[in-house]
């Protein structure tokens, strides 16, 4: 008993494992992972050295050449690139394509192990490796902005925000940039320091000592153990400003305010600065969970960002400023569209060509092959993103072979006399094997894409586990479902009771001017294969004025502009430029009043 013979003789229970396929293929659609891309593994780490104060030539000799050297004995490396800057060596280190995601870490562990065990470089350097974070993709991305606020008020709200955001079931991590740390300056005159005898080492040595962070013990009183904890911290400005300095033979002393200048500032130059909308911001960017749902996190931020809204005071205002969750829901939306428009081509296209009755039984394959394919996907582990979405549309297109190999097998059967059922089970005898190797050497172009050990392949293999779930699921259906349907449901006369329709007609007069053409191609073999040969190589050399283009560029309604000025500029001259390009998109660009196309807001 072959899969036709069952599922025609046994069509309740094939209704039955058709109905829970389909509930099991809905359900776990609503629960897949969903991102922008799909997961792949970074194999490049980076050692940051700080050497304060050293010239870049001094730091690429003495601590980036020493490091290049230790990642060079790793017999995984593929490449090392380095930079040396004015106080600080960044080292790019690049694994080869083969190592296996699960090895990752223990070459890491290696490289650390060497790096620790590194001798001759400087006192005070330590090489960090950073192999945590790399690679992370922050899908969502938050702005906060005040109207008279300080960074430091800001920052007390953002990190409450940051709390909430973080405890979101789909978000792995949140970063926030901006923030401008603040410190406290102590200014003094060298000259008046040696007045009262005193160095600024000896002065930094009084301060250490006076602002006490260190456990003062404990005492045992019987049952009791009673915890001291030394007073002499530094709880505000008055209190370093009230420190006692011994001066001169130590038998004085003087207040620390009376000697220095003491104020509470942000660190000069900040580090990073950010603004939404040519206004001062602190920014929240969110990282998704591996295997998560980026829709629903998103789902998640906007409630949240309403609920801070309405807590935020006055002046402080919470929106989003990067949205990659919208862009994921508005792709998943156009493949509904695109699965809709292909059955109802097909529909249309069957209509015309087989019949209303045939177009209905081909066309209901595409609905219960994707949602089948959807099940087997999250079985699997694979999620939605915007390769397994231009999969499944290009899958679209080649699932409703198999049914129409079938359907028209059964239907000219029919039409020579045999019964439907014994139409259907002759021809899904005849095609199982054919069908099978026609779908399996289909998928098999794909494979390609899927045994690339490198990046790419990680990101481009989905394709083939896809499509190749599309086409086995949609060969399983044909065999089974399809042929139920046609048993079911179509009715096919005898050949000579029935009229020729007029496409039937039209089809019979091309199938003539098709067999004048092979006589006449048998009749002139050698310009026929000269020809050919001629256009082989006539199509080779148009190929290579084919531009070549990975990926195609991106739909999104977002654009990023990266500034590079010349390696030293200070920062405040990089603030500026910032702000000229805003006030630029702000006069020119901006959405509102006369103009309807354009810029809706910005952040840098």
């Known amino acids: 008993m072959n899969i036709a013979q069952f599922s025609i003789e046994k069509n309740r229970i094939t209704f039955l494992v058709l109905g829970a396929i389909i509930a099991l293929g809905l359900a776990m659609y609503q629960t897949m992972a969903r991102d922008s891309m799909p997961p792949f593994t970074i194999r490049v780490a980076t050692v940051v050295s700080s050497f304060p104060g050293a010239s870049p030539e001094r730091v690429e000799q003495l601590v980036t050449d020493k490091i290049e050297k230790v990642a060079q004995e790793l017999p995984e490396l593929k490449e090392v690139n380095s930079t040396s800057r004015t106080g600080l060596s960044v080292v790019s280190v690049m694994l080869k394509d083969d190592v296996k995601p699960a090895e990752l870490q223990s070459v890491w562990d290696r490289l650390r192990r060497k790096l620790n065990a590194l001798k001759g470089l400087p006192n005070g350097v330590n090489p960090n490796l950073n192999d945590d974070g790399i690679g992370d993709v922050y899908g969502i991305a938050l702005g906060m902005t005040s109207d008279g606020y300080s960074y430091a008020e800001m920052k007390e709200y953002a990190d409450d925000v940051r709390d909430a955001l973080i405890k979101l079931d789909d978000a792995a991590k949140v970063e926030l940039g901006g923030v401008q740390d603040e410190r406290v300056f102590i200014e003094f005159d060298n000259a008046r320091l040696a007045n009262y005898n005193l160095t600024a080492n000896r002065l930094q040595s009084i301060i250490a000592s006076t602002n006490i962070l260190s456990s003062g013990g404990e005492v045992n009183l019987e049952d009791e153990r009673i915890i001291l904890e030394p007073t002499g911290n530094f709880n505000s400005i008055e209190d370093i400003r009230q420190t006692l300095v011994p001066v001169g033979s130590g038998n004085q002393l003087v207040y620390l305010g009376d000697i220095t200048s003491i104020r509470q500032d942000y660190v000069e130059p900040p580090s990073q600065v950010v603004s939404v909308n040519g206004k001062e911001a602190i920014s929240f960017h969110i990282a998704l969970k591996d295997g998560s749902n980026i829709v629903g996190l998103g789902v998640a931020v906007d409630e949240l960002v309403e609920e801070w809204k309405s807590r935020l005071p006055v002046g402080l205002e919470l929106s989003r400023i990067a949205s990659m969750d919208t862009y994921i829901d508005t792709k998943i939306g156009d493949f509904v569209t695109n699965l809709l428009q292909a059955i109802a081509i097909v529909l249309a296209v069957m209509i015309i060509f087989m019949g209303f009755r045939t177009g209905l039984v081909i066309s209901s394959l595409i609905p219960i092959v994707t949602v089948m394919t ?83 392949g990680d990101i481009v293999g989905p394709i083939f586990v896809v499509i ?121 660009l901006l959405v509102g009043g006369e103009r309807s196309e354009g810029v809706l807001d910005w952040s840098s």
Request: overall charge neutral; hydrophobic content about 55%; glycine content about 4%.
């Open 468 to 588: 190749s779930l599309a086409l086995i699921s949609s060969w399983i259906v044909a065999l089974s479902v399809v042929t139920m349907f046609c048993v079911l449901f179509l009715k096919a006369k005898a050949k000579e009771q029935t009229k020729p329709r007029l496409i039937d007609r039209v089809i019979d007069r091309l199938k003539l001017y098709y067999k004048d053409l092979i006589l006449w191609s048998l009749a002139r073999k050698r310009l026929v294969i000269g020809g050919t040969i001629v256009l082989f190589f006539a199509s080779l050399f148009g190929f290579s004025f084919i531009p070549f283009v990975f990926f195609p560029d991106s739909d999104r309604n977002l654009i990023t502009v990266d500034i590079n000025l010349p390696l030293g500029t200070r920062i405040e001259r990089t603030i500026e430029v910032a702000s000229e390009i805003e006030r630029f998109m702000a006069d020119s």
């Open 374 to 456: 959807l099940m087997l996907m999250a079985l699997m582990g694979v999620g939605l993103n915007q390769v397994t979405l231009a999969a499944l549309i290009m899958a679209l297109g080649m699932m409703v072979d198999n049914a129409i190999v079938v359907a028209e097998s059964i239907l000219v059967r029919m039409e020579q006399g045999v019964p439907a059922k014994e139409a259907a089970i002759d021809s899904a005898s005849e095609l199982t094997t054919p069908l099978l190797i026609s779908t399996l050497t289909t998928s098999a172009a794909f494979m390609a894409f899927y045994l690339a050990e490198s990046t790419m």
